[in-house]
């Protein structure tokens, strides 16, 4: 079977990926600001060793799934991750989002998202077509 978790997209600005084990400092920076996390189930990480952690527990394990889509948000011109996204797999496909504050109101999240969506509705409409043959 095919695996469809977290495909690369790009944007006009964007490279929207998987987090990898090299993207733990940035991943730091995005998850420890309070700010950035105040509505989100979760404390502000306060270490690298939490941001590690946090990386096996919440990223690694989701990406061996078939399909999902948690999404590092990446400038195209460093391929740094600068955030993220998320859209659940559960039937209420929940988005959530967070972004480090220095790149706020500049409709990074917005473009992200809606990449992100577009990818979803894909996935759902080919798994339909796929379905709706038998």
Not at 12 to 25: A, G
Not at 110 to 129: C, D, G, I, N, W
Request: glycine share 4%; hydrophobic share 35%; with cysteine.
């Amino acid at each position: 079977m095919k695996n469809h978790n977290t495909p690369t997209l790009e944007t006009e600005r964007l490279v929207l990926r998987k987090f990898t084990e090299n993207d733990i400092e940035a991943l730091f920076a995005i998850y420890k600001d309070e700010e950035v996390n105040t509505y989100l189930p979760w404390f502000p990480l306060k270490s690298l060793e939490e941001a590690e952690n946090f990386f096996k527990d919440k990223y690694i394990e989701a990406y061996k799934q078939s399909k999902g889509y948690k999404y590092a948000i990446c400038l195209k011109e460093d391929n740094i991750p600068i955030g993220y996204v998320n859209v659940s797999i559960e039937e209420n496909h929940d988005l959530g989002y967070g972004l480090r504050k220095e790149f706020w109101h500049k409709g990074i999240v917005t473009e992200a998202s809606r990449a992100v969506v577009e990818q979803v509705k894909k996935r759902r409409f080919s798994l339909y077509h796929c379905y709706s043959r038998y």
